[in-house]
């Protein structure tokens, strides 16, 4: 069987697999054929990626769970220890559920604080031989997110766990055994995508209650590149409550609400498309080559525009046609009603999905940049401040829409799986501009510094966090590290500062990691420098999940190889 051209990068084969992706492929191609011409043709010829296409009109993205909306009364063993197992098979069930109902990722917004309030329900009490049960429980339901494909018969479930808010004692005794756990299953274990939430008063400093498990994450991290960290105190999340924040492992943001308030919980992403940039830029280039850089920049906003607006008409057919559904077409969601608003009191799908976002993502900034300059949009203060400007005004136009439309459009700073990959092979067939963007084979995430700048941690993250405001749909700053920084919890810590002082919203570091297949020893290596075997396995984290290098498309491939340290 030949693997298929997935979106998500966690390719697996099975004989269920191989029939969805035909099926997968074949919708794609169809949907494609149905909808007007001029959206179908700008995908087609890359100036966007409709993501998920699959999906079109039939569900939505992503979710953050409401757990109080949870019905446990199906738990009904007679022993406290019976329970704790029963919660977790039935946790098991409800992302399986999920799973093939959305076309996106899951999210606890606080795994640790959810955990302890469904076992206080269940009357289950905070003592010893309970949480040795319960640890276990965690250890398990790791290792089911690690290596459970039945995704779609052929992926693992994207689920992320918040965690770092705990406010009891079980539920910090929770958070400390999910990264305990996770760290001691070893290199082969990289999922769930772990979040830990940095919080001033909570965890942040010494003295503060939670300040031993946030040691723990950045140890954990050294080792794994799991947690990452979301920023509840950077300048564009400091008004919302800290307990309603929660990412996705994609990089997924959601916040602001025009039918209620802040926060993730009981919410989710419902369709994103990505515009390219690097394809305007190389246009302009082509078309205005006389003029001047910032003739070409306004030149790039009004493009954008032109295509935005069909962005928006997509986005909203998609959204309609989903709530054009019965809720009937929604056994999971009925059944679970994990979603604020529960389907079984709402009349209609609007009035749970309009809670939802509709984010238009954008791809290679420093690519288009380079095109309409000649250098790097952070070579200069200048270039950098038009840069910015190019940004803000994507947002403001989202906040138009906002307004416009009375629905939720929001900026993502798109990460790209497989559309960089795409973007690129079409426009090198087309395009021959001064500056090299084509021979790395793909466009830089979002906003993003190139992967090869070798720009200091420190200047990366401040550059950076300069575009995180203005995306509220979502984004994401990592630093590249040459090796892991094993034991050095102290030296992260200091980056997480940094990155809350530069309003960097969410943070990850990344490293290459190579296992040997044979003893298991880990490092950076082409051939074991304990056993000498060349059988290694390299694990890497392009689009915000980790997965083995096998596993990633193309373009991604090539970013992976150019990565170089944040010195
Ligand atoms: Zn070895």
Not at 193 to 221: M, Y
Not at 240 to 252: E, F, K, W
Not at 268 to 277: A, C, R, V, Y
Not at 324 to 336: A, E, H, K, V
Request: hydrophobic share 35%.
């Amino acid at each position: 069987m030949k693997q298929n051209n997935n979106e998500n990068a966690a390719n697996r084969l099975s004989y269920v697999g191989h029939v969805y992706g035909l099926g997968e492929q074949r919708i794609k191609e169809e949907t494609l054929e149905s909808l007007p011409h001029e959206w179908s043709r700008l995908h087609k010829e890359g100036y966007i990626h409709i993501h998920d296409l699959d999906a079109y009109g039939l569900t939505y993205n992503c979710l953050t769970f409401d757990i109080d909306n949870l019905d446990l009364s199906g738990i009904t063993d007679p022993t406290e220890q019976g329970r704790i197992i029963g919660l977790f098979s039935f946790l098991k069930l409800m992302i399986e559920e999920y799973g093939n109902e959305q076309s996106g990722g899951m999210a606890f917004a606080n795994f640790d604080n959810d955990i302890d309030a469904m076992l206080n329900r269940l009357s289950v009490a905070d003592n010893e031989s309970n949480n040795a049960i319960l640890r276990s429980c965690i250890r398990a339901f790791i290792l089911f997110c690690n290596d459970n494909h039945t995704r779609m018969g052929l992926v693992s479930y994207y689920v992320t766990l918040n965690i770092g808010l705990a406010n009891t004692n079980r539920a910090r005794f929770i958070a400390k055994s999910a990264i305990e756990e996770f760290e001691s299953l070893g290199d082969m274990v990289y999922k769930p995508n772990i979040v830990f939430k940095v919080h001033d008063g909570v965890n942040r400093k010494e003295g503060d209650p939670n300040f031993d498990i946030l040691g723990k994450a950045l140890l954990c991290t050294a080792k794994k590149m799991i947690p990452t960290y979301l920023l509840c105190d950077c300048e564009q999340d400091r008004q919302a409550d800290p307990n309603r924040l929660s990412v996705m492992g994609c990089r997924t943001r959601v916040v602001d609400d025009l039918y209620g308030q802040k926060g993730a919980i009981g919410r989710g992403n419902i369709d994103n498309i990505s515009i390219n940039l690097p394809r305007l830029a190389l246009e302009i280039d082509r078309d205005y080559w006389e003029s001047s850089f910032e003739e070409k920049m306004e030149t790039m906003k009004k493009r954008w525009t032109d295509v935005a607006e069909q962005v928006k008409d997509i986005l909203i057919d998609r959204y309609k046609k989903v709530i054009g559904q019965s809720l009937d077409d929604f056994p999971t969601n009925r059944r679970f009603n994990l979603w604020g608003t529960r389907f079984d009191n709402a009349d209609s799908l609007e009035e749970i999905f309009k809670h939802g976002t509709l984010s238009i993502g954008f791809i290679g900034l420093s690519e288009a940049i380079e095109v309409l300059s000649g250098k790097k949009y952070y070579a200069d203060p200048a270039t950098l401040l038009s840069s910015l400007g190019l940004v803000s005004y994507m947002r403001q136009y989202c906040d138009f829409l906002r307004r416009e439309t009375k629905l939720n459009f929001s900026l993502l700073a798109t990460s790209g799986e497989l559309i960089s990959g795409r973007f690129t092979e079409i426009d090198a067939k087309e395009f021959s501009p001064k500056t090299d963007i084509f021979s790395k084979g793909y466009y830089t995430n979002s906003f993003h510094v190139d992967v090869d700048s070798g720009l200091p941690a420190r200047k990366k993250i401040q550059i950076e966090g300069l575009f995180h405001p203005f995306c509220n749909g979502g984004s994401i700053t990592y630093v590249e590290l040459g090796e892991a920084p094993l034991g050095n919890d102290e030296g992260l810590l200091e980056l997480v500062e940094e990155a809350i002082a530069s309003n960097v919203h969410y943070l990850g570091f990344n490293f290459p990691k190579d296992v040997c297949d044979d003893c298991k020893a880990s490092g950076v290596f082409d051939e074991c420098p304990c056993c000498g075997s060349k059988n290694i396995t390299r694990i890497r984290r392009v689009s915000g999940y980790l997965e083995i290098l096998d596993g990633f498309t193309r373009g991604k491939k090539a970013e992976e190889k150019n990565r170089r340290r944040n010195g």
